[in-house]
């Protein structure tokens, strides 16, 4: 016959242990979930107190700007990883919108001649295209069941090539302030871009939150088969996230065009995919789907430009300061995977 008080005696011994091991589970995801923030004023603070100058306006300036279109790539990107997918073309698609939009407002042809309707042309047409060049990623994926590295691969080698041909393999330069000022502009000494990088961000964060749509994003990268089973409509969400991406990389590719007042079909965009990809890692959106921070991408992509910030401030020369951003990479890559076991 068993022993009431022994069972009993056991029942207790096993939830107490449970509960020891809960513990350093609980810090263990406090950990995950505020360690790039941590990651960053540790950084902030560093600088604060042992680089000369970097508290003023001027290198928080260089600074945001350098990391902007990185950001605006990153958060498409962190959608399209959201859904378990990747998405290589978008150095590509800031190269066709870069090529693209000085076609339009050089045009010496009616109306494109009027400056307001050329230049205002030269901003949507070529976000809209890339945007359906995103749908084409999208449909490739949903289709044809093409693996999203492969399905991306294609206009990651093809884009550049298409904006190559529509510049004839020139430099187009320019001088347009209207156009300029997406790139240039500082109303209140705020650089124009980081205020459209903020409210991008803002903007799809507050939607991943509390809409249908980013609740079907998350459901659509965790389990995909169980989300077809609840009625979530998979494909769509993937040709949604697909076309944000586009048109996120179109913006980003007009803003470097019109910071530096010219397009080069060669340069626009090179190593994008991996900037973007690399601030989505280390700002805590796993790899495999299913979750997504779209603030911790803007996290992820400030530690990425400040450690470089400081190392090169500290004279160590660029390619070491490569490789040690390259480790912040593996090691934020390896937390999110002790964060899935």
Known sequence: ???PGRAGFGATSDSSVAQRFRKPDRVRALGHSFGPLTALLLLIV?????TRNFLEAQSIRVNLTQVATIVIVATGMTLVIATGGIDLSVGSLM????????????SDRTP?????????????VPILVTGAFGLFNGTLVTAFRLQPIIATLVLYLAGRGIAQVMTNGKLQEFRNPEFSYIGRGRPLGIPFQVILMLLIVATVAWAMRNTTFGRYVLATGGNEPAARLAGVPVNRVKLGVYAISGLLAGLAGLIVIAINSSSDANQVGQIMELDA?????????????????????LIGALIIQLTRYTLLSHGVPDAAARVVIAGAIVLAVLLQRQRGT
């Open 1 to 3: 016959m068993a022993n």
């Open 112 to 124: 494109l001649d009027n400056a307001l309707v050329g230049n205002t042309l030269a901003i949507v």
């Open 46 to 50: 560093f600088n604060a107190l042992f």
């Open 277 to 297: 990809i690399a601030a989505v890692a280390v700002g805590g959106t796993p790899l495999t789907g299913g979750r997504a921070s779209i603030v911790g991408t």
């Open 95 to 106: 190269a066709i919108a870069g090529a693209l939009a000085p076609i339009i407002f050089l």
